[in-house]
């Protein structure tokens, strides 16, 4: 305790978050659980009450679990929404008390000493819990007690509110996988007729030990209040804004480059102690007559060098009306992404990020989205065999991997109209009169059967790399199922 309070804690468990977060979304009116694969086996995650009731489990294999129950209806699961959604009830349960941290992947611990009196005692403030979580579709088991392990009991195995005082009393009969030892130690336990906490407790101390280990007294230590166990709360993110407030008004844009330059440095020294890079920053200007104008700078690239990130604002600052003068400054990092520290080499130190400098400035202009690359895809068709890609989003590729040239230019297929097997002597396309000098080839691509492309339902197709006299060097194919030629691309 302390200031004479009595210490309470709370300890939230939600047995199904992760089929009720889906099922807020998109109810369902049959069985429903999260698969997750382990070891090359689908196993059952999280299910809803449904589920469990038609005898189903968690660690179930997933075929064994169709078996039982036809009409299942499944998903995979994602743990890291999983966790975020976890840390957005963390931060609802700070209307309750301070003290607020995680408890495993499914629960939250509560200290809310001090606080009850708010709602009207202990019992009300747990009801308004209880209610408010089932209204948004979570079901939830409650433990109040002295200590974070006796309430962890409670609500995992008891769901109770024990009185403050002694806590073996509240604990004596629940059985001792209650104070959160592993399944060995608790089958052990139970094979030597300490079933129950109560029996644990009355047990020999010195045995257990030599056994056991110190670790299973020492966890009924915790939960009787013999030893303490603190409570972790979830720091709060951090935060990247700064702000300057100037003793008189400003309005050179010298003057406003110049207090950009002092906060970005500030700015940049909080990114590098977190190893965060910044992608989108804005900078906020306050008039004397208390109007706001806002300049915003998207990044191809996370940075955090104030040099750099500098000049690209001064185009943004110059547009901005200073009205009769500038009294505040507050930059701040809307949207960070990690930039780890990197070891420097002789070939690394060259590299200035001059390409992304660039891509930045043009980007302020038209929009980052619309400076794109061509980056290479997973397909044999060439039509499929590239992708394109916001450059600022996009990491260029070290390479094309293509055993057969492709040609610069690739545009729809234009037929020749003519039908003889071998590559024509002479042909016409675009108005242009055309004589092979030298063809190359076949090269033969088959269909992907597994997509749906009207342009490849006439089946195989044979390229030929054809070279004219007249200088063009064109890619012509032959489709032997329907006899025909067509060109598709051009070589430079």
């Known amino acids: 305790m302390f200031d004479g309070i009595p210490r309470r804690v709370v300890s939230l468990w939600f047995p199904r978050l992760a089929s009720d977060q889906i099922l807020r979304r998109c109810p369902s009116g049959g069985p429903f659980a999260l698969t997750l694969k382990q070891s090359n086996i689908n196993r059952l995650y999280c299910l809803n009450g449904q589920a469990t009731q038609q005898g189903l489990h968690p660690g179930m294999p997933y075929s064994d679990a169709r078996a039982f129950c036809p009409n299942l209806q499944t998903a995979p699961v994602d743990l890291l929404q999983g966790q975020r959604f976890l840390q ?13 941290g995680l408890e495993g992947r499914d629960g939250l611990v509560l200290d809310i000493s001090g606080s009850t009196h708010l709602f009207g005692g202990e019992k009300e403030m747990l009801s308004d819990m209880r209610t408010r979580l089932t209204r948004a579709g979570l079901s939830v088991q409650i433990g109040l007690a002295d200590t974070r392990a006796a309430a962890w009991a ?13 806590m073996l009393a509240a604990l004596q009969n629940l059985p001792v996988a209650a104070l959160q030892l592993d399944e060995k ?40 209040g013999q030893q303490p166990e603190g409570i972790t709360p979830v720091a709060d993110p951090p935060h990247y804004g700064v702000r300057m407030t100037l003793p008189e008004p400003i309005g050179l844009i010298s003057d406003v480059m110049a207090g950009t330059e002092r906060l970005l440095t500030r700015l940049c020294a909080k990114l ?3 190893e965060m890079g910044a992608r989108g920053l804005t900078m906020t200007l306050r008039r004397v007559d208390q109007d706001h104008q806002e300049v ?38 809307t949207q960070v992404e990690a930039l780890p520290a990197q070891q420097l080499t002789h070939v690394s130190a060259g590299r200035k990020g001059h390409l992304e400098d660039l891509i930045t400035r043009i980007g302020t202009r038209i929009g ?12 044999h068709i060439p039509e499929r065999s590239f992708i394109i890609a916001p450059a600022a989003y ?35 396309w675009r108005r242009m009169s055309l004589t092979t000098a030298r063809a190359t080839g076949p090269e033969r691509i088959a269909p ?22 007249q200088g063009r060097r064109l890619w012509l194919f032959y489709t032997p199922q329907n006899p025909g030629w067509f060109v598709q691309g051009e070589f430079a």
């Open 88 to 100: 957005i009830l963390c931060r609802w349960a700070t209307r309750y008390c301070p003290w607020v």
């Open 154 to 166: 409670l609500a995992h195995h008891g769901e109770g509110l024990a009185p403050p005082g002694d």
């Open 185 to 224: 130690t608790s089958t052990a336990l139970t094979r030597l007729g300490l079933r129950k906490i109560g029996d644990l407790a009355a047990a020999p101390r010195a045995p257990l030990t030599r056994r056991f280990g110190p670790d299973v007294l020492r966890r009924l230590d915790q939960a009787v």
């Open 272 to 274: 590098k102690a977190q």
């Open 296 to 333: 915003e700078l998207r990044l191809a690239r996370p940075l955090r060098d104030p040099h750099r990130i500098l000049p690209l604002f001064e185009r943004g600052l110059a547009e901005v009306d200073a009205g009769f003068g500038i009294d505040q400054l507050r930059l701040e990092a």
């Open 368 to 379: 980052l989205t619309n400076i794109q690359r061509f980056l290479p895809a997973d397909s």
């Open 394 to 428: 996009s990491d260029p590729a070290s390479g094309w991997t293509c055993t057969n040239p492709r040609p610069l230019r690739l545009f729809p297929p234009e037929p020749l109209m003519i039908a003889e097997p071998h590559p024509p002597e002479r042909f016409r």
């Open 448 to 469: 992907e059967w597994w997509l749906e492309d009207d342009n490849w339902r006439s089946g195989l197709r044979d390229y030929w790399r054809v070279e004219t006299t």
